[in-house]
């Protein structure tokens, strides 16, 4: 399994089968590169600007975009109701979590904006890889996060939606996160090959490619 780490919250993943799924894209407006990808899913957690953007896509995809349990081009995704806020939605609307069940089982939580209760936990199953936001402000801050990861217990955390040089509005730094935990791998790269689970859990921090 390949995964690439465009910026934000968005990820381009590649199955065992070459299968390309990409995640919550985002527009111009965010301060990323937006790249014209031709994926074969895309996942959108929510209608945001910065986590729905399908504008700048190319080619014949399948969107997936609410909740339920979906097989499209071999690949078993399951869409499991959230909230982006404390408040079940009523400030920032509905999140959409996905988890992708192929060699490694993958969670990608969107806009994520409460720690995860007990029957959420249950429907994800168990995740080998977590695709996390840490940054605050409008979802789960560095210390709630922690928790979620805690709770969902993967081997891999790969932080997401943080604050960076090219981000264009404030977020938490990703370092607030990563100082919870003890084994973390920060790469010089936006791109990991996956053929293996670390025996223990790891935080890896990848470089955004926009």
């Not at 979802?139 to 996060?145: F, G, N, Y």
């Amino acid at each position: 399994m390949k995964i690439t780490y465009l910026a934000h919250a968005s990820f381009l993943i590649e199955t065992k089968s070459g299968v390309k799924i990409l995640t919550d894209p985002y527009d111009d407006s965010v301060g990323y590169t937006v790249f014209e990808l031709s994926p074969n899913v895309v996942l959108t957690s929510h209608k945001h600007f910065d986590h729905g953007y399908t504008g700048s896509l190319k080619g014949d995809y399948v969107l997936v975009d609410k909740e339920g349990e979906f097989e499209v081009k071999g690949v078993k995704i399951k869409g499991i109701k959230t909230f982006h806020d404390k408040e079940n939605g009523q400030k920032r609307g509905e999140n959409i979590v996905f988890v992708i069940e192929d060699e490694f089982c993958v969670a990608h939580l969107g806009d994520l904006g409460h720690e995860l209760l007990e029957h959420q936990l249950e429907k994800m199953g168990k995740v080998d890889i977590l695709l996390i936001p840490v940054g605050g402000v409008y979802t789960i801050d560095a210390k709630e996060a922690f928790n979620v990861a805690k709770a969902v217990n993967p081997r891999i955390i790969i932080p997401m939606h943080y604050k960076t040089e090219k981000l264009k509005f404030d977020l938490g730094k990703v370092e607030e996160f990563t100082k919870h935990f003890e084994d973390i791998e920060v790469l010089n790269t936006c791109e990991i090959e996956i053929n293996n689970l670390p025996e223990k859990q790891k935080v890896m921090l990848l470089k955004y490619k926009g």
